[in-house]
Nanobody
Framework: QVQLVESGGGLVQAGGSLRLSCTAS????????VGWYRQAPGLPRESVAS???????EYSDSVKRRFIVSRNNAENTLALQMNSLKPEDTAVYYC?????????WGQGTQVTVSS
């Protein structure tokens, strides 16, 4: 079982940066794949970036070269550095973790990018 708590959302102007953090509690964090999803109003939840247990990363095309995902297994944390933010990045961002058939989600943090 893994519990996830996000922090770091807020309001930022277009072109600015924000850093989201996610702290995990529970066991064997390093076994889990982890990442970030987001959901904008009226749209389905979409994957933003993932870090596999191997350390490999994956990004959606919409955030490549702007966002950087990282994990720290020693501290049980996950981060998302978001640069060159655009109004279309406005959404609730969710931290998630998975291992096998198990998935775990944080409560979400709002990111709003003004034009």
């Amino acid at each position: 079982q893994v519990q996830l708590v996000e922090s770091g959302g807020g309001l930022v102007q277009a072109g600015g940066s924000l850093r989201l953090s996610c702290t995990a509690s529970g066991s064997n964090f390093n076994w889990h794949g982890v990442g970030w999803y987001r959901q904008a109003p009226g749209l389905p939840r979409e994957s933003v970036a993932s870090v596999f247990s191997s350390g490999a990363t994956e990004y959606s095309d919409s955030v490549k070269r702007r966002f950087i995902v990282s994990r720290n297994n020693a501290e049980n944390t996950l981060a998302l550095q978001m640069n060159s933010l655009k109004p279309e990045d406005t959404a609730v961002y969710y931290c998630y973790a998975w291992y096998g058939d198990n998935q775990y989600w944080g409560q979400g943090t709002q990111v709003t990018v003004s034009s």
